[in-house]
Every structure is written in structure tokens, then in C-alpha cells.
């Protein structure tokens, strides 16, 4: 076996193969949130207006938390569990990407936050000024 392929083999094997719901990106402008396999969402930190963790009273299967982020034009709603680490990645402008998992990884995830849905919805800007 080549050096080239034992040093691509290692690379990998000291990779996390580990499901993750969110990238981390030094400096990050901007958060991409994967509302589904073919579908994103970007929008920038900088125009974050405010968010809200709290308890999901949805019950049942329901997660447990939800994370609602205000930006001018949207309001993307995080469903899942342990996302108060979202919020502080958010606080150090290092959240580039969030990604929802199968509930099937929501306990091996440890510590790390789970998110099980997305949504974002859009506000309507049609009774806004014209322009």
C-alpha cells in the first residue's frame, strides 16, 4: 500500500464518524440551516434580532426544546434537544451550519445539541411599503 493511501486511510480513521447536527465555522457570517436533504436556508448572524429557548409543549413524541431565531425577513424554529449549545455558538459567531437528525441519534449524541426539525417561516411583506 502507498504512503499516500496509509496517510488518506489514517486521516479518516482519526475522523469523527459521529452524526452531527450543526458545523462549526470560525468567524461565521452567516448560518445555513438544511431545513431538508434539498433545501436551504441562509441567513446573516449579523441581522439575528433576537431569539427564544424555551420548553416545546407539543408533548407526546414531541422534542423536548425549541429554539426560535428572529430575522428581518423570517423566523426559523429549531425543534430538538440540548440547543442552549446552538445559542452560545451563535453568541461566539462560530455557528456555520445547522443540519436536523433522526430521532434515532438523540440520546448517542451525548452532551452535543439535536435538532429534529426546521422551520422557517417567511413573513409576509406584502402589506409592507412598496419597493
Not at 73 to 98: F, I, Y
Request: proline share 7%; hydrophobic share 40%.
Amino acid at each position: 500500500m502507498s504512503s499516500l493511501q496509509q496517510s488518506i486511510d489514517a486521516r479518516r480513521a482519526a475522523e469523527k464518524a459521529e452524526p452531527t447536527c450543526h458545523a462549526i465555522r470560525s468567524n461565521a457570517t452567516w448560518v445555513d440551516f438544511h431545513v431538508s436533504p434539498h433545501s436551504r436556508c441562509g441567513f446573516p448572524v449579523g441581522q439575528l434580532c433576537h431569539y427564544t429557548l424555551e420548553a416545546n409543549d407539543g408533548g407526546g413524541d414531541e422534542p423536548p426544546e425549541r429554539l426560535t431565531l428572529a430575522f428581518p425577513t423570517a423566523d426559523v424554529v429549531l425543534l430538538g434537544a440540548r440547543l442552549a449549545r446552538l445559542v452560545e455558538l451563535l453568541h461566539d459567531h462560530s455557528l456555520g451550519a445547522v443540519t436536523p437528525l433522526d430521532a434515532r441519534y438523540s440520546n448517542a449524541l451525548g452532551k452535543a445539541p439535536w435538532v429534529a426539525r426546521i422551520v422557517v417561516s417567511r413573513i409576509d411583506k406584502s402589506t409592507g411599503a412598496p419597493g
